[in-house]
């Protein structure tokens, strides 16, 4: 028995010594729950080049719209967001990870915004008169000075958020998973989306696929709840500029001094019937 009872304390040592060696799996948590969220935020990811792509094009039909299309504004709007996503980007590189989600609300709540207030642009530079170059790229690198510093900040950001709350650091990764979403985001608009709802409608769907994942990412937040409201009112701020009644509104001040009848969007152009007096 005292044989048996030594043989059983040296396998139970042995056991014990095997166990203090073996590497502890890290369990990340995010406020209580445990961390499931790196699919989730891989998942975010994604759809933050999905509508930074969106963004883009949006934007870029607005504007064409409003200086009635030319090769300088493609070329000013493109200079510009590249300006402005590197200068988000640089801004950026040094922040706490609770700024991604931040900033994915202020990219939803800035682009329905910035899209009426590009509409409503058009009287200020007079009745059927074409804006100066001067002008148009001012114009354009004001409008594009927000969204574009927030889009190039969310990468910065979300590499954050990555090392700090799943203990990874894989640039690499994200920048797939951005491209991704930005591909997929191209093809939908161009072969889906373009054409059968107006951009207000596009955006106010994607902030309500993007809405539940950020408010499942935020439960580690310290200030969750104020989180929460301000995702909340931005998502119904987002509703409200995609009704019909916003829609015919923003488009009659876009051609105020003229009898606004319909617009169109096609994947092509943007095409507005209007009255002249008897014509």
Same mark, same amino acid.
């Given at each position: %028995?005292?044989? &048996?009872? @030594?043989?059983?304390?040296?396998? &139970?040592?042995?056991?014990?010594?095997?166990?203090?060696?073996?590497?502890?799996?890290?369990?990340?948590?995010?406020?209580?729950?445990?961390?499931?969220?790196?699919?989730?935020?891989?998942?975010?990811?994604?759809m933050?080049?999905?509508?930074?792509?969106? +963004?883009?094009?949006?934007?870029?039909?607005?504007?064409?719209?409003? #200086?009635?299309? &030319?090769? /300088?504004?493609?070329?000013?709007?493109?200079?510009? !967001?590249? =300006? !402005?996503?590197?200068?988000?980007?640089?801004?950026?590189?040094?922040?706490?990870?609770?700024?991604?989600?931040?900033?994915?609300?202020?990219?939803?709540?800035?682009?329905? =915004?910035?899209t =009426?207030?590009?509409?409503?642009?058009?009287? %200020? #530079?007079?009745?059927?008169?074409?804006?100066?170059?001067?002008?148009?790229?001012?114009?354009?690198?004001?409008f594009? /000075?927000? *969204?574009?510093?927030?889009?190039?900040?969310? #990468?910065?950001?979300?590499?954050?958020?990555?090392?700090?709350? /799943?203990?990874?650091?894989?640039p690499?990764?994200?920048?797939?998973?951005?491209?991704?979403?930005?591909?997929?985001?191209g093809?939908?608009?161009?072969?889906?989306?373009?054409?059968?709802?107006?951009?207000?409608?596009?955006?106010?769907?994607?902030?309500?696929?993007?809405?539940p994942?950020?408010? +499942? /990412?935020?439960?580690?937040?310290?200030?969750?709840?104020?989180?929460?409201?301000?995702?909340?009112? +931005?998502?119904?701020?987002?509703? +409200?500029?995609?009704?019909?009644? *916003?829609?015919?509104?923003?488009?009659? %001040?876009?051609? @105020?001094?003229? $009898? !606004?009848?319909?617009? @169109?969007d096609?994947?092509?152009? &943007?095409?507005? $019937?209007?009255?002249?007096?008897?014509?």
């Amino acid at each position: %028995l005292p044989k &048996n009872r @030594k043989k059983e304390n040296e396998r &139970n040592e042995r056991r014990r010594e095997k166990t203090r060696q073996r590497p502890k799996r890290r369990r990340v948590l995010l406020g209580r729950s445990p961390l499931r969220s790196a699919r989730l935020f891989d998942g975010i990811f994604v759809m933050h080049g999905f509508l930074s792509l969106l +963004v883009q094009l949006i934007l870029l039909r607005e504007l064409l719209t409003l #200086f009635y299309g &030319n090769e /300088l504004l493609i070329g000013a709007l493109l200079g510009s !967001w590249l =300006l !402005w996503t590197g200068l988000g980007s640089h801004l950026f590189r040094k922040t706490s990870p609770d700024v991604f989600l931040r900033l994915l609300i202020g990219l939803l709540f800035l682009v329905p =915004l910035e899209t =009426l207030l590009i509409r409503l642009a058009r009287p %200020l #530079f007079g009745f059927g008169i074409t804006p100066g170059p001067i002008a148009m790229v001012l114009t354009t690198a004001a409008f594009l /000075l927000p *969204v574009g510093a927030i889009v190039g900040g969310l #990468f910065s950001a979300g590499c954050a958020w990555q090392k700090e709350k /799943l203990q990874q650091t894989d640039p690499p990764r994200l920048y797939f998973l951005e491209s991704a979403g930005a591909i997929a985001g191209g093809l939908s608009y161009t072969f889906f989306l373009s054409g059968r709802l107006s951009h207000l409608v596009i955006l106010a769907l994607t902030g309500a696929a993007l809405g539940p994942m950020l408010a +499942v /990412l935020s439960a580690g937040l310290p200030n969750k709840k104020y989180f929460l409201a301000s995702l909340a009112a +931005v998502l119904v701020f987002m509703t +409200v500029c995609a009704t019909p009644f *916003v829609e015919k509104f923003s488009r009659r %001040l876009q051609w @105020k001094g003229y $009898v !606004w009848l319909e617009t @169109k969007d096609t994947r092509f152009s &943007n095409l507005t $019937v209007t009255r002249t007096g008897d014509l």
